[in-house]
Nanobody
Framework: QVHLVESGGGLVQPGGSLKLSCVAS????????MRWYRQAPGKQRDLVAA???????NYANFVKGRFTISRDNVANTVYLQMNSLKPEDTAVYYC?????????WGQGTQVTVSS
């Protein structure tokens, strides 16, 4: 079995920062891509950022320059550093991992940006 555990969400004021973490455990083997998605109420789930095993990263336009994805391949962990947060960043953030055995989603962590 493969498990993803996310943490780091919460309530933050506009302009603030949060750092999300996602740890993959179990019989996961080799991880290819680690990604963060988000879904606001009534909206589709959107890709926020992705990090490949080779070190390349890509970002959605709406977070470029504000969010940074990074990963620790030894610890099977992916992070999302979120700076300059805006109310429109409010959503449930999900970790997604592509590995040799398939794809796995985390349970999601709520991020709320509000004054």
């Amino acid at each position: 079995q493969v498990h993803l555990v996310e943490s780091g969400g919460g309530l933050v004021q506009p302009g603030g920062s949060l750092k999300l973490s996602c740890v993959a455990s179990g019989n996961i083997g080799s991880i290819n891509v680690m990604r963060w998605y988000r879904q606001a109420p009534g909206k589709q789930r959107d890709l926020v950022a992705a990090a490949s095993s080779g070190g390349s990263t890509n970002y959605a336009n709406f977070v470029k320059g504000r969010f940074t994805i990074s990963r620790d391949n030894v610890a099977n962990t992916v992070y999302l550093q979120m700076n300059s947060l805006k109310p429109e960043d409010t959503a449930v953030y999900y970790c997604n991992v592509l590995y040799n055995g398939g794809s796995m989603w985390g349970q999601g962590t709520q991020v709320t940006v509000s004054s």
